[in-house]
């Protein structure tokens, strides 16, 4: 059964009209994929939130009126909000408060799925609950499940700070043993010259039914917001024969709580150590320009602005109105549509070709090794064979440090 939720926000002068309404239609979502039902919303304009009471005391009385008469089991504020006024909320409106961040964390705990990813989102929920135990004991203590209880257990919350930190320490030394793991596949694939490909995007943009369109997988794709939590990996190949690795990330999202960030850091630098990036963005939402800049802003936070990046504009069969695209290259599709999804492969190709140093040359059909190793780490334009010198001329593009090209060398 879902759980009735009412949500407050407080709208201050530096707050956008546009921005604040998409806010809380994004609430709203994170609030459904969360498997819970928004029966209100309730917003007042202010200066600043209210130190204790994040709304005003009268404006809380009212509220309080409403929930009842509309049987609320939860409020959501689209705020952050300190222990202190989970606290003062909660004794004047009588039912579990939590904010926007403590959802996002409890949507991540439910979405988790490998044992890293677990590990991850409670950290993120220790981080996030740490400084505010004080105003959440007592109130943890009346809880019985249900939205924002997932992940670490009322008994964590409640028992002492040392604990707590001693518990985020052994956390945090498991997740430094799979970050070393992680580093060494990622060595591993340097050494081999595997071209690797990120895909990144604002969460429930299409990321993973792109991703699993290009490399025939069975990744989580669903309607939802943060549908893919665990990075996946997958190979595949493009229309020359390169071979390349791609991987499917975490969807990005505004106001994303800064301990998910450092939480995730290792799962995210799967992005840093990407040679190129495919952005995907939902052409058809309304703040699509708000979103690509989310990411954009979040891609600078990793320092990973500098690597190349494709832009796929997914969902074009729900755009309404003529698209203007603000970024290139780029590729308006639908996922869902293989002759799109044919091209994006085309596209991802032209891109590398423009960071690639191109060759010509001959080799010889008795060096079979080299001309396998040709079609798999480069992207050949011509391959002919020439019989009567037993020898094959190929052209194309490949990756600068590649060691083969000290072989391209030598023969030219």
Do not use: C
Not at 171 to 178: F, G, N, P, S, Y
Not at 265 to 277: G, H, M, N, Y
Not at 341 to 347: A, D, G, N, Q, Y
Not at 376 to 391: D, G, P, R, W, Y
Request: net charge negative; proline share 3%.
């Amino acid at each position: 059964m879902k759980e009735r939720v009412a949500i407050i926000a407080v709208k201050t002068q530096k707050d956008e009209d546009e921005r604040f309404s998409y806010s809380l239609q994004e609430l709203t979502q994170l609030v459904e994929t969360a498997n819970g039902e928004v029966i209100f919303t309730s917003t007042q304009n202010r200066p600043k939130p209210h130190p204790r009471y994040y709304m005003g005391e009268g404006k809380l009385e009212e509220l309080q009126e409403q929930m009842e008469e509309e049987e609320i089991d939860l409020l959501i504020s689209n705020g952050e909000l300190s222990g202190s006024q989970i606290r003062n909320i909660q004794e004047h409106v009588g039912v579990k408060v939590i904010d926007r961040s403590q959802l996002i964390l409890d949507i991540f705990a439910l979405r988790a799925k490998t044992k890293e990813g677990k590990l991850q989102v409670e950290l993120a929920q220790y981080e996030y609950m740490l400084p505010r135990i004080h105003g959440q004991g007592e109130a943890m203590s009346k809880l019985a499940g249900g939205i924002g209880t997932r992940g670490p257990g009322e008994s964590k919350l409640e028992s002492d700070r040392r604990h707590i930190r001693r518990r985020m320490k052994e956390i945090k030394d498991r997740l430094e043993a799979v970050v070393k793991q992680r580093e060494q596949y990622r060595t591993r694939r340097k050494r081999n010259h595997t071209t690797q490909v990120a895909i990144v995007g604002y969460t429930n943009a299409g990321k993973s039914t792109l991703f699993n369109a290009l490399t025939n997988s069975t990744s989580l794709q669903e309607d939802k917001l943060f549908a893919t939590l665990d990075p996946l990996t997958r190979q595949l190949r493009l229309p020359s024969g390169l071979e390349i690795i791609m991987s499917d990330t975490v969807g990005f999202i505004q106001d994303l709580p800064t301990s998910l960030v450092a939480a995730f850091r290792s799962t995210l630098e799967e992005v840093t150590e990407a040679d190129f990036i495919l952005h995907v963005i939902d052409a058809s939402a309304t703040n699509y320009l708000d979103h690509e800049n989310t990411v954009i802003s979040l891609l600078n936070d990793l320092e990973a602005e500098n690597i190349p990046m494709l832009t796929i504009y997914n969902k074009k069969d729900l755009v309404e109105q003529t698209f203007t695209p603000s970024s290139v290259p780029f590729e308006l599709i639908s996922a869902l549509d293989s002759d799109d999804v044919e091209r994006v492969t085309h596209s991802l190709e032209k891109l590398i070709k423009t960071e690639w140093v191109s060759f010509s040359s001959f080799v010889s059909a008795s060096e079979g090794k080299i001309l396998d190793l040709m079609r798999k780490h480069s992207i050949l334009t011509e391959e002919k064979f020439i019989e009567a010198e037993n020898q094959y001329f190929i052209e194309g593009f490949i990756e600068p440090t590649h060691p083969v090209n000290q072989y391209l060398k030598g023969k030219n």
